[in-house]
């Protein structure tokens, strides 16, 4: 029951409304009306009461997407909320553009419907759908041709909407505006004077569309005009003839030009292919290489100017067009010379090898010089180095002559790289070199050189027969034969006896060795010459002086020549008793043949009987009286003096001395010295000496006497022929000197007796003939000769001054 006074009462409802939807009240507005503007007052258009718009609940039901409009409550005026659009309301096609709503009241339900008209204002310009028009003619296109350009829209309807076209000034275009079936207007491009794509191949207008608004509107678009190309242009080179210049010796694949040829035309019309002509010769083809895209010419085969100078050849440009046309050009490539070619030395002759002697300005080698290269490539130039002892000398044109400029030394330089190199004028210059070696042959121009020009060599005497001296080298810078030397000693006689007696060489090595012993005390010293001799033809030679010098040694003993004594005896001496204090008692005297060194001798008592009785002068052997004899003082006094001499080790020899004191009557002092000539000639020391003296000439004549008997059965030695190198001197005991100086009192003691009262020196020894002697104990222009070959010969000394001392 309730479900149904529903339905009944929707009924009634729906009857109500359907009564007030029958009446539809019209309002017109234009379009873009403001926010806020006025259409209507709904409330006086539909007799409704202002004050009850509120309380019955009015309101606006808009049939739309947005809500444009809204009712004032209050005053019942509807408004716009929002600015209306036609054009997006409505579409294009309708004539007519209503916006629909409807009023609403309750109680009591009322609906009211209003039809909103927009009206259309000229709001919108027209547009074109494109902003460029891109049309594509070609050049060959008649006049009148027409070209169909796309229309503008305008969205607004009726007078507001397109009206007619514009386009800009052109000589070649103009237009003609068309209306379509549906009103719309649009336009024909039309060709009016033909094209020419080589002179203007776009050509750009402005088409203008304008509407039938109050004002006008109007929008415009681009028509680009792409004038299309047709093969009516041939390929045209820069230049139609080239002169290309290159290098020869280029890398493959270098460039040697690039053609270029142009083609008005465009697209395959302007497409250029590059080719060969027939009139190019293959050598050309073969050598270079044409890119038949590019038109670039890259070497392709070795450039040398030695072999070909110049290329001739054509190429051809082709367009691909339908129909192709073609252009061409003549290229001469000339190739330039580069310094490319080294120079070249050929040696037509060399001497080697040549002796170092060889003549100055002798011609040695001949060259001959060359360049392939062209100008100052091909001027070459020949040297040798600075330093060298050569020149070049031109004989002829690119020939030389090298010459010895210098004299030559084989032992300073033995051969000679001689370098020839022979350099261009290119740039950068290029050179070449050839080195020969000259070999100098040796020549005997060099004499033995010892590195001393004088050799002291020191023997010690009593050496050993064949001991090694001195090693005495020279040298030779020559070679072979010219530098093997032979040494010998070159001969002198001293005293009958030639120095190969005494010393031997190695004729190879020039070792030198003694054939004999030496005793210093007979020979001190040697000189002689050895002489270097080489192989060379002739032979050269130089020499050397030796210098031999005996070193003594310590091997003779000190001899006591005073007192004299037997061998073994004891040597007997009276003394007076009244000896006084410091008196002189006796005199040691000892001689040593050795050397100064050697020969000094110290004197001491070996052993005394009473040693406050005497002193001894340890130098020159004096025993004195230390205090005068006392009565308790022994008779006999036995003493035992050592005489040392000063070698080392030292060797010495004794005397034994026994005295005995005597009583003797005094004199007066008066009467001694009456006498004083026969006191000074005959006192006790005097005595001494001439006993000393006496006993020395004795065994001196005993030993003169053995010698003269030896001598005499030794048979006359020959004159030797010079030894071998290894012989040896047998005759030990042969004495050689040249001179001989006595040093000391002891050794002319030992060969001489001095008679001092007559003034005659007796020989004690036999003397070498021809010697000579300088004796110190002689005055000093006393010369001595010797005048007789026997051991028992006297020597006359004359004397220049006026005494003589002892």
Same mark, same amino acid.
């Given at each position: 029951?309730?479900?149904?006074?529903?339905?009944?009462?929707?009924?009634?409802?729906?009857?109500?409304?359907?009564?007030?939807?029958?009446?539809?009240?019209?309002? =017109?507005?234009?379009?873009?009306?403001?926010?806020?503007?006025?259409?209507?007052?709904?409330?006086?258009?539909?007799?409704?009461?202002?004050?009850?718009?509120?309380?019955?609940?009015? *309101?606006?039901?808009?049939?739309?997407?947005?809500?444009?409009?809204?009712?004032?409550?209050?005053?019942?005026?509807?408004?716009?909320?929002?600015?209306?659009?036609?054009?997006?309301?409505?579409?294009?096609?309708?004539?007519?553009?209503?916006?629909?709503?409807?009023?609403?009241?309750?109680?009591?339900?009322?609906?009211?419907?209003?039809?909103?008209?927009?009206?259309? @204002?000229?709001?919108?310009?027209?547009?074109?759908?494109?902003?460029?028009?891109?049309?594509?003619?070609?050049?060959?296109?008649?006049?009148?041709?027409?070209?169909?350009?796309?229309?503008?829209?305008?969205?607004?309807?009726?007078?507001?909407?397109?009206?007619?076209?514009?386009?800009?000034?052109?000589?070649?275009?103009?237009?003609?505006?068309?209306?379509?079936?549906?009103?719309?207007?649009? &336009?024909?491009?039309?060709?009016?004077?033909?094209?020419?794509?080589?002179?203007?191949?776009?050509?750009?207008?402005?088409?203008?569309?304008?509407?039938?608004?109050?004002?006008?509107?109007?929008?415009?678009?681009?028509?680009?005009?792409?004038?299309?190309?047709?093969?009516?242009?041939?390929?045209?080179?820069?230049?139609?003839?080239?002169?290309?210049? /290159?290098?020869?010796?280029?890398?493959?694949?270098?460039?040697? @030009?690039?053609?270029?040829?142009?083609?008005?035309?465009?697209?395959?019309?302007?497409?250029?292919?590059?080719?060969?002509?027939?009139?190019?010769?293959?050598?050309?083809?073969?050598?270079?290489?044409?890119?038949?895209?590019?038109?670039?010419?890259?070497?392709?085969?070795?450039?040398?100017?030695?072999?070909? *100078?110049?290329?001739?050849?054509?190429?051809?440009?082709?367009?691909?067009?339908?129909?192709?046309?073609?252009?061409?050009?003549?290229?001469?490539?000339?190739?330039?010379?580069?310094?490319?070619?080294?120079?070249?030395?050929?040696?037509?002759?060399?001497?080697?090898?040549?002796?170092?002697?060889?003549?100055?300005?002798?011609?040695?080698?001949?060259?001959?010089?060359?360049?392939?290269?062209?100008?100052?490539?091909?001027?070459?130039?020949?040297?040798?180095?600075?330093?060298?002892?050569?020149?070049?000398?031109?004989?002829?044109?690119?020939?030389?002559?090298?010459?010895?400029?210098?004299?030559?030394?084989?032992?300073?330089?033995?051969?000679?790289?001689?370098?020839?190199?022979?350099?261009?004028?290119?740039?950068?210059?290029?050179?070449?070199?050839?080195?020969?070696?000259?070999?100098?042959?040796?020549?005997?121009?060099?004499?033995?050189?010892?590195?001393? =020009?004088?050799?002291?060599?020191?023997?010690?005497?009593?050496?050993?027969?064949?001991?090694?001296?001195?090693?005495?080298?020279?040298?030779?810078?020559?070679?072979?034969?010219?530098?093997?030397?032979?040494?010998?000693?070159?001969?002198?006689?001293?005293?009958?006896?030639?120095?190969?007696?005494?010393?031997?060489?190695?004729?190879?090595?020039?070792?030198?060795?003694?054939?004999?012993?030496?005793?210093?005390?007979?020979?001190?010293?040697?000189?002689?010459?050895?002489?270097?001799?080489?192989?060379?033809?002739?032979?050269?030679?130089?020499?050397?002086?030796?210098?031999?010098?005996?070193?003594?040694?310590?091997?003779? &003993?000190?001899? /006591?020549?005073?007192?004299?004594?037997?061998?073994?005896?004891?040597?007997?001496?009276?003394?007076?008793?009244? !000896?006084?204090?410091?008196?002189?008692?006796?005199?040691? /005297?000892?001689?040593?043949?050795?050397?100064?060194?050697?020969?000094?001798?110290?004197?001491?008592?070996?052993?005394?009987?009473?040693?406050?009785?005497?002193?001894?002068?340890?130098?020159?052997?004096?025993?004195?009286?230390?205090?005068?004899?006392?009565?308790?003082?022994?008779?006999?006094?036995?003493?035992?003096?050592?005489?040392?001499?000063?070698?080392?080790?030292?060797?010495?020899?004794?005397? !034994?001395?026994?005295?005995?004191?005597?009583?003797?009557?005094?004199?007066?002092?008066?009467?001694?010295?009456?006498?004083?000539?026969?006191?000074?000639?005959?006192?006790?020391?005097?005595?001494?000496?001439?006993?000393?003296?006496?006993?020395?000439?004795?065994?001196?004549?005993?030993?003169?006497?053995?010698?003269?008997?030896?001598?005499?059965?030794?048979?006359?030695?020959?004159?030797?022929?010079?030894?071998?190198?290894?012989?040896? @001197?047998?005759?030990?005991?042969?004495?050689?000197?040249?001179?001989?100086?006595?040093?000391?009192?002891?050794?002319?003691?030992?060969?001489?007796?001095?008679?001092?009262?007559?003034?005659?020196?007796?020989?004690?020894?036999?003397?070498?003939?021809?010697?000579?002697?300088?004796?110190?104990?002689?005055?000093?222009? !006393?010369?001595?000769?010797?005048?007789?070959?026997?051991?028992?010969?006297?020597?006359?000394?004359?004397?220049?001054?006026?005494?003589?001392?002892?």
């Amino acid at each position: 029951m309730s479900s149904f006074k529903r339905y009944v009462l929707l009924a009634v409802i729906f009857s109500s409304v359907y009564s007030v939807w029958a009446s539809v009240t019209h309002y =017109s507005i234009p379009e873009e009306m403001k926010e806020g503007s006025v259409v209507a007052n709904l409330a006086t258009d539909l007799s409704l009461d202002v004050k009850s718009l509120g309380k019955r609940k009015m *309101r606006l039901d808009l049939i739309a997407n947005k809500k444009y409009l809204d009712v004032n409550k209050e005053t019942g005026e509807l408004y716009v909320v929002e600015k209306i659009d036609r054009e997006y309301l409505c579409t294009k096609t309708l004539t007519v553009c209503y916006l629909k709503m409807e009023v609403i009241l309750e109680n009591p339900l009322r609906i009211f419907n209003i039809e909103l008209e927009i009206l259309d @204002i000229n709001d919108n310009a027209p547009q074109f759908r494109r902003d460029a028009i891109h049309l594509d003619i070609s050049e060959s296109t008649p006049t009148g041709e027409r070209f169909s350009l796309s229309n503008a829209v305008d969205p607004d309807v009726g007078s507001n909407s397109v009206k007619t076209y514009h386009l800009s000034e052109s000589e070649q275009f103009t237009i003609e505006v068309q209306t379509g079936r549906d009103g719309s207007k649009f &336009a024909d491009l039309i060709l009016k004077q033909t094209l020419d794509r080589e002179k203007q191949a776009v050509h750009n207008l402005i088409l203008t569309a304008v509407d039938g608004g109050t004002p006008a509107r109007s929008g415009t678009a681009s028509v680009i005009v792409h004038v299309l190309d047709t093969n009516d242009n041939p390929p045209i080179f820069d230049q139609s003839i080239y002169n290309v210049k /290159i290098m020869e010796n280029s890398p493959i694949g270098s460039l040697v @030009i690039d053609l270029n040829a142009t083609d008005l035309d465009e697209g395959l019309n302007s497409d250029i292919s590059y080719s060969y002509s027939l009139y190019t010769s293959e050598k050309t083809q073969e050598t270079f290489n044409l890119n038949p895209a590019t038109g670039e010419i890259t070497v392709k085969g070795m450039l040398n100017y030695e072999h070909f *100078r110049i290329y001739d050849m054509e190429v051809i440009a082709a367009d691909k067009g339908a129909t192709s046309l073609t252009g061409q050009c003549t290229i001469k490539i000339l190739v330039e010379d580069m310094n490319d070619n080294h120079p070249e030395i050929s040696i037509k002759s060399f001497q080697s090898p040549v002796t170092e002697n060889i003549e100055l300005d002798t011609v040695i080698a001949v060259v001959s010089v060359s360049d392939k290269d062209s100008g100052d490539n091909g001027i070459v130039d020949l040297h040798i180095p600075d330093n060298m002892p050569f020149k070049l000398r031109e004989s002829s044109d690119n020939y030389y002559e090298l010459v010895v400029s210098e004299p030559l030394d084989r032992e300073k330089v033995p051969e000679y790289d001689i370098t020839f190199t022979v350099t261009d004028r290119g740039s950068p210059p290029l050179s070449d070199n050839e080195t020969m070696t000259l070999e100098l042959l040796d020549v005997n121009d060099n004499v033995p050189q010892f590195p001393q =020009s004088f050799y002291t060599i020191r023997v010690m005497e009593n050496n050993a027969p064949g001991a090694l001296l001195s090693s005495l080298t020279a040298f030779d810078p020559d070679l072979h034969e010219n530098q093997y030397l032979v040494y010998f000693i070159i001969e002198k006689e001293i005293a009958n006896t030639s120095m190969s007696m005494l010393f031997s060489i190695n004729p190879e090595n020039g070792n030198l060795y003694a054939l004999k012993t030496f005793d210093y005390e007979i020979e001190k010293e040697f000189l002689f010459h050895i002489e270097a001799r080489d192989s060379g033809s002739p032979p050269l030679s130089s020499n050397v002086t030796i210098h031999i010098i005996i070193v003594d040694q310590n091997d003779n &003993a000190p001899v /006591i020549v005073s007192p004299w004594r037997a061998h073994g005896s004891v040597v007997e001496e009276k003394i007076p008793r009244s !000896t006084d204090k410091g008196s002189l008692v006796a005199k040691v /005297i000892a001689l040593d043949t050795d050397s100064v060194h050697n020969s000094r001798i110290t004197y001491q008592f070996l052993q005394v009987t009473d040693a406050t009785l005497f002193s001894l002068d340890q130098y020159n052997g004096e025993i004195r009286t230390m205090r005068m004899f006392s009565y308790r003082d022994p008779r006999h006094q036995r003493l035992v003096v050592v005489a040392k001499d000063n070698g080392e080790p030292a060797l010495s020899a004794t005397v !034994t001395i026994s005295l005995t004191t005597m009583e003797t009557a005094v004199k007066a002092y008066s009467d001694m010295t009456e006498e004083p000539l026969e006191y000074d000639i005959f006192s006790d020391i005097n005595l001494y000496l001439v006993i000393g003296l006496g006993s020395v000439s004795f065994l001196l004549l005993i030993t003169i006497l053995v010698t003269i008997v030896i001598k005499c059965q030794k048979p006359k030695p020959s004159k030797a022929a010079p030894p071998s190198r290894n012989s040896v @001197i047998s005759e030990r005991n042969s004495t050689i000197a040249d001179s001989t100086l006595v040093s000391n009192d002891a050794y002319w003691y030992s060969l001489f007796l001095a008679e001092t009262r007559k003034g005659k020196l007796v020989v004690r020894q036999p003397l070498p003939k021809g010697s000579r002697y300088i004796v110190s104990s002689i005055p000093r222009g !006393t010369g001595l000769t010797d005048t007789s070959d026997s051991a028992a010969s006297t020597l006359q000394a004359s004397t220049t001054s006026s005494s003589s001392s002892t």
